[in-house]
């Protein structure tokens, strides 16, 4: 939401105080530099980017686009859904097999949606608990396991904001080669007089106006939305690996669920209190 918001107070910023002092905002509409260089950014990211890293940008761009989720609602379904996993484990390791192999249809995943939307987090939760229940293995080992898969899918994601960020990087050069192909159209009107050519120079500039103002003001600011998003993500991963790195230590469901609450952020953490009372009825519910 408040990207939408943000590109708004950009573009009414920008264009208002235009308008404001003096211009004549219809001398900035022009197409012609926007289809050069719009269609020559659309270009250079086909030329860059396979089919699945396109897939992932739109992802994240959408991702980006919509409105801030309430993280602390979303960090406590994920602890209590750790615990319910952590506990029901420790009955029975066995029991557990069917919510890790299809967590879609497990009673048990159903009960946190926001959790279950997550399938990075369901998929790193239910791989992790698989090697948990088919060998045994040394918290270690598991640990250095965890980090390289979350190692592997942060570098993955990270490609997505890296090459919007570039393609931000060069637009105003984009917005220079619409300009300079508007100044060559304008040696062809050297005899149409001074009206003619003003017209056609104020034009040229535009194209390196357009440029400059599509990189900072909007294109390089969506790349850092999408960069935050994914260090959100992270942390997401971060307390799933507390949380399973406890378990594998043969901590008890609780004392997993708390080294899991001291790794969320603390502005959106849960207290103790609030995790306390809502393990006690989740664990009286699955009762």
Not at 34 to 56: H, Q
Not at 229 to 234: A, K
């Amino acid at each position: 939401m408040f990207v939408i918001v943000g590109a708004a107070v950009v573009f009414f910023s920008v264009f208002g105080g235009f308008a404001i002092g003096g211009g004549e905002l219809g001398v900035l509409w022009q197409p012609v530099e926007l289809i050069i260089i719009m269609g020559a950014a659309g270009g250079s990211l086909l030329i860059s980017s396979p089919v699945p890293l396109l897939k992932e940008i739109g992802r994240q761009v959408g991702g980006a686009l919509k409105p801030d989720s309430d993280r602390k609602d979303l960090y406590l379904q994920l602890l209590l859904l750790l615990f319910e996993l952590c506990k029901t484990a420790k009955v029975n390791p066995l029991s557990l097999e069917p919510h890790v192999e299809n967590p879609e249809g497990s009673d048990i995943f159903k009960r946190y949606p926001k959790v279950l939307s997550n399938h990075h987090a369901v998929h790193f939760i239910c791989d992790t608990l698989k090697v948990q229940i088919s060998a045994a293995m040394n918290p270690y080992d598991l640990e250095e396991l965890m980090d390289q898969d979350i190692g592997s899918a942060h570098e993955e994601e990270l490609k997505a904001p890296a090459t919007v960020a570039r393609i931000g990087d060069a637009m105003p050069g984009l917005g220079i080669v619409a300009a300079v192909l508007g100044v060559v159209h304008t040696m062809g009107k050297l005899t149409e007089g001074k009206e003619a050519i003003g017209h056609s120079v104020a034009a040229a500039l535009v194209g390196t106006f357009l440029g400059i103002l599509m990189s900072y003001g909007f294109i390089q600011p969506l790349a850092a939305k999408m960069d935050l998003n994914i260090s959100i993500e992270g942390k997401t991963m971060g307390i799933i690996k507390s949380a399973l790195l406890a378990f594998a230590k043969d901590c008890s469901p609780k004392v997993c669920v708390e080294f899991a609450r001291r790794t969320v952020p603390p502005s959106d953490r849960p207290s103790f209190e609030e995790v306390d009372k809502a393990t006690s009825a989740a664990g009286k519910a699955a009762a």
